[in-house]
């Protein structure tokens, strides 16, 4: 069965930190890009942040560059989001998603069901 997981969200205060975590069955994650989005309430979903499947080329939306990290672990098939300086307008439900052209996270064909990130004081 195939199937992406998220995990880690949670509160966290302005200028913290969280780590996301994308745990993925029924396929191997290296011949995939895995991507996370966010959709904030009344908001369209959004990129945040992707890593290509070959290369391990990455990819950031300029609201997150030099604060959000993306990473995986082949070994655990799993993929991350290291989450720092995180501000308010960060708060959103984050999804990850699989793309199979292995390249760019736009063509994404699974996608888990999200992970609740809340920031605030």
């Known amino acids: 069965q195939l199937q992406l997981v998220e995990s880690g969200g949670g509160l966290v205060q302005p200028g913290g930190s969280l780590r996301l975590s994308c745990a993925v069955s029924?396929?191997?994650?290296?011949?995939?890009?895995m991507g996370w989005f966010r959709q904030a309430p009344g908001k369209e979903r959004e990129a945040v942040s992707c890593?290509?499947?070959?290369?391990?080329?990455?990819r950031y939306a300029d609201s997150v560059k030099g604060r959000f990290t993306i990473s995986r672990d082949s070994a655990k098939n799993t993929v991350y989001l290291q989450m720092n300086s995180l501000k308010p307008e960060d708060t959103a439900v984050y999804y990850c998603?699989?793309?199979?052209?292995?390249?760019?996270?736009?063509?994404?064909?699974?996608w888990g069901h999200g992970t609740q990130v809340t920031v605030s004081s």
């Open positions: 029924g396929f191997t994650l290296d011949y995939y890009a």
């Open positions: 998603a699989a793309d199979g052209t292995g390249y760019n996270c736009l063509l994404n064909d699974y």
């Open positions: 890593i290509d499947s070959s290369d391990g080329r990455t």
